[in-house]
């Protein structure tokens, strides 16, 4: 390489440093309980309407795991926060599930349902009935799914999607990497940029086998959200097109994508997202 070359390079990295050293800076007021408020109750949790966009998700993530071509042991959820929603599905087919967070107020929160000490901000219950539901089970056999989850969740693990190496080496993670990875709402909103969105799905796939599956589940056309009362972050807007090129460029296999399109009632002010899109992807 010579020195003009060299010196863009070391200038593209300072560059790259400080925007996500920006992205560390805002997480640090993410507040887990508004966050469940803002996204996970009614209009957008509404289990009752046709397009609530927490049923969407479900069903995508329902259809992906019953499908028959998603399976193993090991599933990691990637950059979970304090949510659970995105394992209901996958919890009845992987034995072994790692969940995962770069804060620890998240992983706080999660360890807090997974010890049976209630919650902070919300009832996951009409999630897990849904997902009964969707699975042809009585509802009330939610308590089953709920300790089916308490019982594959092997551990709440910290992550940094913009590493190399997301987790540490002393993860119990098997060496040959995951049979499937889950991540939902996390990349585009932890990165900079289109680069970095891109660079942090390439580093997510060293955690997946050969042959294993990428879940993914994100905003489109987003610009920012709130993480909490005046805690305004900053998102990565992408598009359909966007979002396929990533995901082939950082050496998946595209299955298919799905999108969402925001109804008006569903803008309630606490981001500008337009749209939802749902991969199903694969590791050669
Ligand atoms: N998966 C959840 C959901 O579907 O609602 C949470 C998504 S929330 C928009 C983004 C999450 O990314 C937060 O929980 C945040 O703590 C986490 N995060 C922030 N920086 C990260 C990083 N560098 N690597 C991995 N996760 C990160």
């Not at 003009?4 to 925007?19: F, T, V």
């Not at 009832?123 to 897990?128: K, N, Q, V």
């Not at 709130?226 to 992408?238: F, K, Q, T, Y």
């Amino acid at each position: 390489m010579d020195r003009e070359a060299k010196n863009e390079k070391e200038e593209n990295d300072r560059e790259r440093e400080k925007g996500v050293a920006a992205m560390v800076a805002c997480y640090q007021g993410f507040d887990p309980a508004a966050y469940l408020q803002y996204n996970y109750m009614p209009p957008r949790a509404d289990f009752d309407r046709q397009d609530s966009i927490v049923p969407w998700k479900l069903g995508c993530l329902h259809r992906a795991f019953t499908e028959g071509d998603v399976g193993g042991d090991v599933l990691v959820d990637v950059g979970s926060g304090p949510t659970l929603y995105q394992v209901l599905s996958g919890c009845e087919v992987f034995d072994t599930v790692f969940l995962t967070d770069f804060l620890e107020v998240n992983r706080q929160e999660l360890r807090r349902w997974l010890q049976g000490e209630g919650y902070s901000g919300l009832d996951w219950t009409p999630y897990l009935q849904h997902v009964c539901k969707l699975e042809g089970r009585r509802p009330s056999a939610w308590t089953e799914k709920a300790a089916r989850l308490r019982s594959v969740v092997s551990d709440i693990l910290p992550i940094d999607v913009h590493l190399p190496r997301p987790l540490h080496p002393d993860s119990q993670l098997p060496t040959a990497g995951a049979d499937c990875l889950v991540s939902c709402f996390c990349l585009e909103s932890v990165s900079p940029d289109l680069a970095s969105f891109t660079r942090a799905l390439g580093h997510i796939r060293g955690l997946l086998r050969p042959g294993g599956h990428l879940l993914l589940i994100g905003a489109l056309g987003e610009s920012y959200y709130m993480g909490g009362p005046g805690v305004r972050i900053p998102v990565v807007p992408l598009d359909e097109a966007q979002v396929c090129a990533s995901v082939r460029a950082s050496g998946y296999t595209l299955v298919r994508l799905e999108v969402y399109t925001l109804p008006k009632g569903m803008m309630v002010g606490v981001d500008d997202v337009t749209g939802v899109f749902f991969v199903k992807a694969r590791k050669p």
